[in-house]
């Protein structure tokens, strides 16, 4: 509608290209209910009931993502949420490392990670991260994040977000 000042004034349309880009930029896509789970939250994944106890954020640009421990006992078993509803989320396996073979790097760069756990939350500190996928293992996902000291590898499968039942209002938390 900013545009609309210049077609009435020149008396030209916009030009086609221009027009779509406005509408798909109108477009915005909001995250998945999950994407605001918190500790303290309960939450059922593929049938099974958990209880987050961690999050871990990604913030990268249009990649940021979110892993969310689902209680020490889990099994070392975390919740992938991408910020882009676009890219599934993911039921994964902490795991020592990711073999390489088999897997394509979706989205590999660097991002600031910020983790919030019971002991309470760490100061923002730069991460590499990447993103991997194996769509012939049955879209397996795999995710890496390094730090300078340290580095952390999960594993597991996709799942859809009608799989994921939240317990509780995950929006009401601070």
Known sequence: ???RGSVVSSGDPEPQQRMRELLESARQVSPSAAWDLDAGDAVSITGDDFLVDARLH???GDVSFRLF????RSDKRWLLVPRDRSN???????VDDVPVKGFTADHAGTGQSQLVGPAGASEA???Q????????????RAVILEWPNERMSWLGEEIGE??????GSPAGHA
């Open 1 to 3: 509608f900013d545009s």
């Open 58 to 60: 990604v913030d990268a």
């Open 69 to 72: 421990r689902l209680g020490e």
């Open 88 to 94: 599934a989320p993911a039921l994964l396996r902490q």
């Open 125 to 127: 500190q730069t991460v």
């Open 129 to 140: 991260f990447t993103l991997s996928s194996s769509p012939g293992q049955g879209h397996t």
């Open 162 to 167: 009608e799989e994921i039942t939240i317990f």
